[in-house]
């Protein structure tokens, strides 16, 4: 042992090297901000506020208290906050959705009854159950139960198919909503990885909240697809989106007077 260095003295020295060793190793955290971060993490690591894991958790609250208003900014400095998911799958979970104001339901089931010799789309059919007290007038009824065992009874329910189509190219947000309307939807929901789902006017809930564009996302699509980034729509050869997809149906009126009257049947 050299001289001037005692057993104490090392001992002291690993005390105040390892917490901070411990300080520079939780810095390099990926998505730790340092900047905003290094005070109060040092501060809690010293003070062992949050030396506890994300599964036992025996500190949790006590590391919350310490890190104060900065707990969701630097959580991930002490790995004491779920890893988010910064996966480009994760893109296909996130939607936006709309009503649309004029719907034709004549032209929908025209377009969507039969599968598309183009591909331009792909249809879904599900039945779906509807309360429909939600359709009457409103009404405030009030029952004295006597018995525990009593039977609640069951809802006025209807059955009725919900068709979706999913377009098969990906599209801009504002297409997406164009494209939809040309084809008569009650509503759509177009996914942030540029899938667009049109949606029937029987259907609940926006239709399927899940990306099954056939085209959509590529293969070779690296980069995640932003709603900022399809904000506005491309003009080609003097056309809008909206007016090119006008002239995709307009082959199919004689088809949308045929279906006039008809009344869609659940499945069975």
Known sequence: MGPGLTMPKIIISLTFALPLLAIVGFFSVQGCNEA?????????????????ELRNCTCCKECFSCLDYL??????????????????????????????????PDLFSALT??????????????????????????????????SEQEVIPLKDLITVNCTVAYMSQCMSWNKCKASCISMGASSYRWFHDGCCECVGHTCI????????????????????????????????????????????????????????????????
């Open 113 to 146: 009854d039969d599968r598309d010799t183009l591909q331009r789309w792909l249809t879904f059919t599900f039945p779906v159950d509807l309360d429909i007290t939600i359709f009457k007038p409103k009404e405030i009824k009030y029952k004295t139960i006597n």
């Open 71 to 104: 707990y969701a900014e630097c959580c991930s400095c002490v790995e004491m906050c779920p890893k988010p998911n910064n996966t480009v799958s994760e893109l296909s979970r996130k939607s936006h959705v709309e009503d649309l104001t004029e719907p034709t």
């Open 205 to 268: 809930n926006y239709g399927i909240n899940e990306s099954r564009c056939l085209e959509c996302p590529g293969e070779e699509d690296d980069n995640p697809i932003e709603p900022e980034a399809f904000a506005s729509e491309d003009y080609e050869n003097g056309e809008t989106g909206s007016e090119k997809d006008a002239k995709q149906v307009t082959n199919t009126e004689e088809k949308v007077n045929e279906k006039q009257g008809e009344v869609t049947a659940p499945v069975a």
């Open 36 to 52: 905003v971060c290094a005070s109060i993490v040092s501060k809690c690591m010293l003070t062992q506020s949050c030396k506890c």
